[in-house]
């Protein structure tokens, strides 16, 4: 039995593989606001990071200008998008596991937490869980804030007995800061090489070794 009393997972490249239904809800925004660009990389570095972060980053939009494109997206991606959508082999069994094993599982993600609890009570996740936070309208919040937001809401201490699991360098700054281990796994949208450059914990390639370590 692992050491971990208290499970934090991430969405996005963690449970769920929602690759086609972001892509096609940030073509939609680019197209509406003019812009050019899109591409395959491109979409792997909107996965994880508020959607402000992206447009901000990657097309030095102005706030105003941001706020339009955040728009678009979510006009598409609540219409369709956020089922265009599947999860992982292996997750629902995983939680099931950990659920009946007495772990407490929650998740943490920067999406929207009305379109995160609907994917998770489509692909019937959201039972397994204790608990979830995710980014209201504004969007602007840290993965740091979220998994403290969900931290303190359960009252859990931070230490080594709670851990956050996620596939992009964010996730594992975020359990960095809120004082929690942290393990990285390998078949989301982050580059295995940078997320071991970052010094997880713990390293899972697939659901499998992620089931190794937590099981």
Same mark, same amino acid.
Do not use: C
């Given at each position: 039995?692992?050491?971990?009393?208290?499970?934090?997972?991430?969405?996005?490249?963690?449970?769920?593989?929602?690759?086609?239904?972001?892509?096609?809800? %940030?073509?939609?925004? $680019?197209?509406? =606001? !003019?812009?050019?660009? +899109?591409?395959?990389?491109?979409? *792997?570095?909107?996965?994880?990071?508020?959607?402000?972060?992206?447009?901000?980053?990657?097309?030095?939009?102005?706030?105003?200008?941001?706020?339009?494109?955040?728009?678009?997206?979510?006009?598409?991606?609540?219409?369709?998008?956020?089922?265009?959508?599947?999860?992982?082999?292996?997750?629902?069994?995983?939680?099931?596991?950990?659920?009946?094993?007495?772990?407490?599982?929650?998740?943490?993600?920067?999406?929207?937490?009305?379109?995160?609890?609907?994917?998770?009570?489509?692909?019937? %996740?959201?039972?397994? $869980?204790?608990? =979830? !936070?995710?980014?209201? +309208?504004?969007?602007?919040?840290? *993965?740091?804030?979220?998994?403290?937001?969900?931290?303190?809401?359960?009252?859990?201490?931070?230490?080594?007995?709670?851990?956050?699991?996620?596939?992009?360098?964010?996730?594992?700054?975020?359990?960095?800061?809120?004082?929690?281990?942290?393990?990285?796994?390998?078949?989301?949208?982050?580059?295995?090489?940078?997320?071991?450059?970052?010094?997880?914990?713990?390293?899972?390639?697939?659901?499998?070794?992620?089931?190794?370590?937590?099981?």
């Amino acid at each position: 039995m692992s050491q971990f009393s208290h499970i934090i997972f991430d969405l996005d490249g963690t449970l769920t593989d929602n690759t086609p239904g972001i892509g096609k809800s %940030l073509q939609y925004a $680019l197209r509406k =606001m !003019q812009l050019d660009g +899109y591409s395959d990389e491109l979409l *792997k570095k909107f996965i994880g990071p508020p959607l402000q972060h992206g447009f901000k980053t990657h097309f030095g939009l102005n706030e105003k200008n941001i706020e339009m494109a955040v728009d678009y997206f979510r006009e598409y991606y609540g219409e369709k998008g956020w089922s265009d959508n599947t999860p992982y082999a292996g997750v629902r069994e995983l939680l099931e596991e950990l659920h009946f094993s007495g772990k407490q599982i929650f998740v943490a993600t920067s999406k929207l937490e009305k379109f995160a609890r609907m994917i998770l009570q489509k692909f019937e %996740l959201y039972n397994y $869980l204790t608990d =979830m !936070q995710g980014a209201d +309208y504004g969007g602007n919040h840290s *993965k740091a804030s979220l998994i403290q937001s969900l931290m303190d809401r359960n009252r859990i201490q931070p230490g080594d007995r709670v851990v956050m699991i996620g596939d992009t360098g964010f996730d594992i700054e975020g359990a960095r800061e809120t004082g929690i281990s942290v393990i990285a796994v390998g078949y989301g949208f982050g580059k295995k090489e940078d997320l071991l450059a970052m010094n997880p914990d713990f390293f899972a390639e697939d659901v499998d070794e992620l089931y190794e370590i937590l099981i």
